[in-house]
């Protein structure tokens, strides 16, 4: 069965670059159909999506982080990554990755998620 | 963004009660409306799709129904267990970018 797991720092200087890799095993990264999301959720707080790659190399990005945001894919490893710029005190979440089929499916494999702080 | 609103943002109920949270967006999402389940330092776990289809492996006294106006959409614990008391959260998957309600959550009474 697929698997995803979140890795990168924890913690991470304001005005500095947020960086995260997201591992898939048990699948193809580059199977058919799925989209690979990022998702963020704040302390104590509700959801937010952040962005999408999709296995065809198609991206989207919220417009709430648009400007600030990449979502990249190596499938040679197997993995996909965020990179979040100039980041600030409210961006420090719990960040998940997880997969989608696709708009009707609903998203059905997260990973454990890994907590991000943005502190000096 | 289409907005989702969940009510109640709390509830208290009994083990073997039934449970009905209601999810609304701000304009007609087909039923592209999906529920999760997330326990205290867990991630979230995917219940419903599309509405009404039960995920795989997912018990049967979990269900969603939507209203037919695209907007309403609910989620119904049939008999409570003791491992259903977690945030549920609803996310419309219709448009870009995809949004999930605040959430509710599950007391024990």
Not at chain 2, 57 to 65: E, M, T, Y
Request: glycine residues 10%; contains cysteine; proline residues 4%.
């Amino acid at each position: 069965q697929v698997q995803l797991q979140e890795s990168g720092p924890g913690l991470v200087k304001p005005s500095q670059t947020l960086s995260l890799t997201c591992t898939v095993s048990g699948d193809s990264i580059s199977s058919g159909g799925y989209y690979w999301s990022w998702i963020r959720q704040h302390p104590g707080k509700g959801l937010e999506w952040i962005g999408y790659i999709y296995y065809s190399g198609d991206i989207y990005y919220n417009p709430s982080v648009k400007s600030r945001v990449s979502i990249s894919v190596d499938t040679s490893k197997s993995q996909f990554s965020l990179r979040l710029s100039s980041v600030t005190a409210a961006d420090t979440a719990v960040y998940y990755c997880a997969r989608t089929l696709g708009p009707g499916n609903g998203i059905d494999v997260w990973g454990q998620g890994t907590t991000v702080t943005v502190s000096s | 963004d289409i907005q989702m609103t969940q009510s109640p943002s709390s509830l208290s109920a009994s083990v073997g009660g039934r449970v009905t949270i209601t999810c609304r967006a701000s304009q007609s999402i087909n039923n592209y409306l999906n529920w999760y389940q997330q326990r205290p330092g867990k991630a979230p776990k995917l219940l419903i799709y599309a509405a009404t289809s039960l995920q795989s492996g997912v018990p049967s006294r979990f269900s969603g129904s939507g209203s037919g106006s695209g907007t309403d959409f609910t989620l119904t614990i049939s008999s409570l267990q003791a491992e259903d008391f977690a945030n549920y959260y609803c996310q419309q998957s219709y448009t870009t970018p995809w949004t999930f309600g605040q959430g509710t959550k599950v007391q024990i009474k």
